[in-house]
Each structure stands twice: as structure tokens, then as C-alpha cells.
């Protein structure tokens, strides 16, 4: 059974940072691309940041480039999303997706993902 899950969301201050990670099990983490994608209330789903199967490949999206960081651990199957610099516009729930696409600027821009988590929280607010 595929399994993604999310954990590390809360509630931080403007400028604050939080380290989101996925737990992945149930297929071969090295064989897929990995996404984070967020949802706000009342917004169209954005991907983030993807990372490709090898992790030589990253793509962020432009408001979060300089902020966000990627990495993945195929050995432990997890992948992790550094968010520093938060700002309130960063709140939303943060989804990790894992997709089999050579392309990670494709998977990001139009938010492919096959196998999807359960989300967790960010919210940044004083």
C-alpha cells in the first residue's frame, strides 16, 4: 500500500522557519519524482518545489525561490522541504506527491502527482 505522510507543519511567526517531512513507504522512493504542492482556502493548488528520482533536479516555484530548500533520502524514503523566511502568504496546507516524470518543472507547474499524502498545516501568522 502506497503511503505518503506528512509532518512538521504548525504555526510560526513571519520570518520563522519550519522543516516539513515525508515518510514514504509502499514503492520504491527511487523510482519516483517528489513534489510538495500547497492549497490555501479559496487558491488553485501550486507546486512548490520537485525534486527528480536521483535528486539532481529541482525546481521551485518563484515565490519561494531563495526560501525553500528540497532534499530527499532515498535510503530512509523520506523527503524533506526546508522553509525558511516564512511570510503569512506561505499558509496553506503542504501536500507531499510523488509522481514518474523525468520532468520536475512539468510535475511542478501543473501539479502532477499520482500518489498523494494527507497534508499538513502551515500557518504563518503573528
Known amino acids: 500500500q502506497v503511503q505518503l505522510v506528512e509532518s512538521g507543519g504548525g504555526l510560526v511567526q513571519p520570518g520563522g522557519s519550519l522543516r516539513l517531512s515525508c515518510a514514504t513507504s509502499?514503492?520504491?522512493?527511487?523510482?519516483?519524482?517528489i513534489g510538495w504542492f500547497r492549497q490555501a482556502p479559496g487558491k488553485e493548488r501550486e507546486g512548490v518545489s520537485c525534486?527528480?528520482?536521483?535528486?539532481?533536479?529541482?525546481y521551485y516555484a518563484d515565490s519561494v525561490k531563495g526560501r525553500f530548500t528540497i532534499s530527499r533520502d532515498n535510503a530512509q524514503n523520506m523527503v524533506y522541504l526546508q522553509m525558511n523566511s516564512l511570510k503569512p502568504e506561505d499558509t496553506a496546507v503542504y501536500y507531499c506527491?510523488?509522481?514518474?516524470?523525468?520532468?520536475?518543472?512539468?510535475?511542478?507547474?501543473?501539479?502532477?502527482?499520482?500518489?498523494r499524502g494527507q497534508g499538513t498545516q502551515v500557518t504563518v501568522s503573528s
Open positions: 506527491v510523488a509522481h514518474q516524470i523525468s520532468s520536475v518543472r512539468s510535475m511542478c507547474v501543473m501539479t502532477l502527482g499520482f500518489h
Open positions: 509502499g514503492f520504491t522512493l527511487g523510482h519516483y519524482a
Open positions: 525534486i527528480s528520482s536521483n535528486g539532481f533536479s529541482t
